[in-house]
């Protein structure tokens, strides 16, 4: 019976073990969906598909404050993110003429917000098999400016706990008759990992955005082609102090296999901030089987002189206009592939997954399936050495 008893009591710590290192913050957002809100149907309702416009407002309602998302994927695909008190309206204007968003206004001004452009893409000669775009010389790379590419709406789904947008972006001329772009965006109403590789930890504060680059060819016959994209991300902070680039390890590789770093770069703001985050790696094929791993590379975030006239093709401009150069602005460069990895034409295919966040990143948790081997591994020769200390002190008892 005394042994049972034993049995019983560890079986007890192992779940009080597990129960504790599984609690998190129960925080939830409550989320709503519009898909183009407000606008008239002589611009936004066409009997062409690749002259629909794409702009999703979602409101994510928490206890005490709402983030607001707009997600503008017509011509520069941008992300606008706004923390803002409850009941906060928001009023989007729209231009027939260039099919897309041109105004953005809150009914009650923002506490904070970020935004987030994929400005240009990029196919370079990697001649010297470095795997990053710094030092190519210009002749050697083509530049694809986003804002010309024709982005189609493929899908538009919304729910209390998940909203998801996917558009393709073509131009047979700038990236190949059979060239996409592809690009999914999502926000959540709970902290998790997202279901889909790399499984990458959101909390209810985030836009995930996956992209894919498909079969992209260049006007340049280059005979070691790979694929870089250049992003512009601002915050309503001081335009004087720069994003900060930060790489931290994980305890394992559960989510994504063979990958333990996870990188940061984050506004300087101490009180109020947001961040973009990552594991440094995409994938080469749509498996995203860890045998199609490879590299992923950053420059350091640089400062853009005139944002205003750089981003006015952007819902970022839309909604900053002429004071978006008195906040924090600058862009970097994305790199993708490892050397000797025989480059992008390989398999004419790179996808790459990131989060954009309000607030600081959530830390990466074991899963229950980690924190019961966890428990057992360390939790059995404990209970051996209880079990033994027992016998022996039972033994010497019964010998005095």
């Not at 503008?72 to 260039?98: F, K």
């Not at 059979?178 to 998790?192: P, Q, R, S, W």
């Not at 206009?321 to 480059?343: E, H």
Request: aromatic share 10%; proline share 4%; glycine share 6%.
């Amino acid at each position: 019976m005394g042994k049972l008893n034993i049995f019983r009591s560890f079986g007890l710590l192992i779940a009080l073990s597990v129960f504790g290192l599984m609690l998190v913050d129960a925080a939830k957002r409550n989320l709503s969906a519009q898909l183009n809100p407000g606008c008239p149907d002589s611009i936004c309702e066409s009997i062409f598909e690749d002259e629909k416009i794409t702009v999703v407002h979602v409101q994510a309602e928490g206890d005490n404050d709402t983030l607001h998302y707009i997600w503008d994927l017509s011509r520069q695909p941008t992300v606008l993110v706004a923390l803002c008190e409850r009941n906060t309206n928001v009023t989007i204007g729209y231009n027939g003429t260039v099919k897309d968003a041109d105004s953005i206004q809150f009914s009650n001004k923002p506490k904070y917000t970020m935004s987030f452009v994929l400005t240009k893409v990029f196919i370079f000669n990697d001649i010297k098999d470095q795997a990053s775009i710094i030092g190519v010389n210009t002749s050697n790379i083509e530049t694809i400016d986003t804002k010309y590419l024709t982005w189609t709406r493929e899908n538009f789904t919304e729910s209390t706990g998940e909203v998801k947008v996917a558009v393709s972006g073509k131009n047979d001329s700038l990236i190949g008759c059979d060239g996409v772009i592809n690009l999914k965006l999502k926000c959540y109403g709970e902290e998790d990992h997202d279901s889909d590789i790399p499984h990458l930890i959101h909390s209810i504060n985030v836009t995930q955005v996956d992209i894919e680059f498909i079969n992209l060819t260049s006007n340049k016959t280059f005979e070691s082609p790979r694929i870089a994209a250049e992003f512009v991300l601002v915050a309503s902070e001081s335009p004087k102090n720069p994003f900060n680039i930060t790489k931290r390890k994980t305890v394992d590789d559960e989510h994504t296999p063979g990958t333990f770093t996870l990188v940061d770069i984050i506004t300087p703001g101490e009180t109020q901030g947001s961040y973009m985050q990552y594991r440094p790696i995409s994938y080469t094929e749509d498996s995203r089987d860890i045998t199609a791993k490879t590299d992923v590379q950053v420059n350091e975030p640089v400062f853009i002189a005139d944002a205003k006239s750089y981003l006015n093709s952007s819902l970022a401009y839309s909604y900053y206009g002429n004071t978006l150069d008195k906040n924090l602005v600058q862009s970097f460069n994305i790199s993708f592939g490892q050397t000797q990895d025989k480059f992008y034409s390989l398999t004419n295919y790179t996808t790459w997954t990131f989060v954009l966040g309000y607030g600081t990143a959530p830390p990466e948790r074991v899963s229950m399936f980690i924190a019961i081997l966890a428990c057992i591994g360390l939790g059995i020769p404990l209970l051996l050495l209880i079990i033994g200390g027992i016998y022996l002190a039972v033994k010497r008892m019964r010998n005095c």
